[in-house]
């Protein structure tokens, strides 16, 4: 795990492991009673005096004869703190990774402040040990028993496992006498491992249980209403000022618990809920749970021959390896008709899956050869323009033309006849009639005057 990481956490941790300094020194008797440890406040020639914890939060100062003393073992804030890190190592079982962080970062907090420390290299066996067994967790492994189950078989065993762990701990819970949360585990069992072999043996402790249960739940639902009436009583005997904040700790108190009750109701989809000895419809709840599950278990008959889900389980891990589909899917099938997890079926849908062929690449076709390009033929040679005929030239005697360019170098316009359009032509003709008219006219009319 990066070291960036677990700086953040080591400051705080260490703030943790330094809580209990008074607890520091201990000092060893000749006289055979056993070492007292606490911490040295006065040492003189023929004395030393000692501080010590009585109970928790009462310290008590006691002064002893030096000829009565063994040694002292005074400790520094490295043998403190080495000291209060706890025992690391060796780890319990069912450590998950989140598990490892947190002790590899109580490892790595000491190794920041003390690198050179008495206990470094102590600590630096712990961090190299606790890496390793973080690396098998991660990798999906199981720490059971003191043994590593590796995650091939963790997942190839993982409904048979499972199912032993949760009755694990349930037995747990009933040693402890903890009835509420016996029933709980049993109520998990029921739900997801009522196909595996411990469910018989849950089914016997449940019931076991649910017929101590019952007598304790029905006395402390008839005690609800006294708890109630002495603890109204006890706030009347205090100060009006006090009485008032002493009812509003209490509400909060009160409705602080019943939202946990709907928690476990509507979240957890428990009816194995918490008790509070000043509220009874809980209790009265669980009461039923009882009757009713005590009932329905005594009268539940076991089947003649069992079906097993872990061995099924099993089996359907080893097909899927093995690559034997079809029987890895009629296996399948029996583990879906015993209404197991779906987490347990998902993860071997997956592996009965076969894996798609990938579609065959097209061979590579070959490059079509250019056609062959016809070859661009001559072009033809440009025709000699012909010789404008020579123009007979002025006889002896006359002037030149006075335009002498050839029509061809004449421009368009000049090109066209002098004489317009026959239209022009006839305007002319025309006007020179009426011009001649005119002077006619005028000469008769001279000749008659």
């Known amino acids: ?41 006065l040492e003189t020639p023929g004395l030393l005096e000692l501080k010590w914890e009585k109970r928790p939060g009462i310290f008590q100062t006691d002064r002893y004869l030096k000829t009565n003393i063994e040694r002292v073992e005074i400790d520094t804030k ?43 290299p102590k600590a630096q066996i712990i961090l190299e040990s606790l890496q390793q067994e973080y690396k098998k967790a991660t990798a999906g492994g199981l720490k059971l028993d003191n043994k590593w189950i590796k995650p091939e078989a963790r997942e190839r065993d993982a409904y048979a496992i499972d199912a032993g762990m949760e009755y694990s701990d349930m037995l747990a819970a009933k040693d402890s006498s903890s009835l509420m949360m016996t029933m709980r585990h049993f109520e998990k069992i029921s739900s997801d491992f009522a196909a595996s072999e411990n469910y018989a043996k849950a089914r016997e402790t ?42 509003a700790a209490q509400d909060r108190a009160d409705a602080d618990y019943l939202k946990r009750v709907g928690r476990e109701t509507n979240e957890l989809k428990t009816k194995w809920l918490s008790l509070n000895e000043y509220h009874s419809d809980p209790m009265r709840k669980v009461l039923n749970s009882v009757k009713n599950t005590l009932t329905a278990l005594e009268k539940e008959a076991p089947a003649e021959k069992e079906t097993f889900a872990s061995s099924l389980h099993r089996d359907a891990w080893d097909a899927a390896r093995s690559g034997d589909i079809e029987t890895g899917e ?26 798609e062929e990938p579609e065959p690449e097209p061979e590579p076709q070959p490059e079509p050869q250019p056609e062959p390009q016809p070859e661009p033929e001559p072009e033809p040679e440009p025709e000699p323009e012909p010789k404008p005929e020579p123009k007979p030239g002025p006889k002896d005697g006359e002037d030149p033309a006075p335009n002498t360019a050839s029509p061809a170098d004449a421009s368009p316009q000049e090109a066209k006849p002098k004489g317009g359009s026959k239209t022009q032509v006839v305007l002319v003709i025309v006007l020179v009639l009426v011009i001649l008219g005119a002077l006619a006219a005028a000469l008769l009319g001279k000749k008659k005057k």
């Open 1 to 41: 795990m990066p070291s960036r990481y677990m700086k953040p956490i080591s400051t705080f941790l260490l703030l943790i492991l330094g809580t209990n300094l008074l607890l520091a020194d201990r000092i060893h008797f000749n006289d055979g009673r056993p070492p007292k440890e606490g911490k040295v406040m």
């Open 78 to 120: 490295e043998d403190i703190q080495f000291r209060n890190m706890g025992k690391l190592v060796p780890t319990p079982d069912r450590l998950t990774p989140e598990d490892y962080q947190r002790r590899i970062a109580k490892c790595t907090a000491f190794l920041d402040i003390f690198p050179n420390g008495a206990h470094a």
């Open 206 to 247: 449940a019931i076991d249980t649910l017929k101590t249960y019952g007598p304790i739940l029905q006395r402390q639902v008839g005690q609800v209403q006294f708890k109630r009436q002495d603890r109204e009583r006890a706030r009347a005997t205090l100060p009006a000022n006090v009485r008032a904040q002493n009812k």
């Open 330 to 355: 009629e296996i399948l099938k029996q583990l879906k008709s015993l209404k197991i997890p779906v987490r347990y079926l998902e993860r071997l849908e997956e592996a009965l899956t076969p894996p």
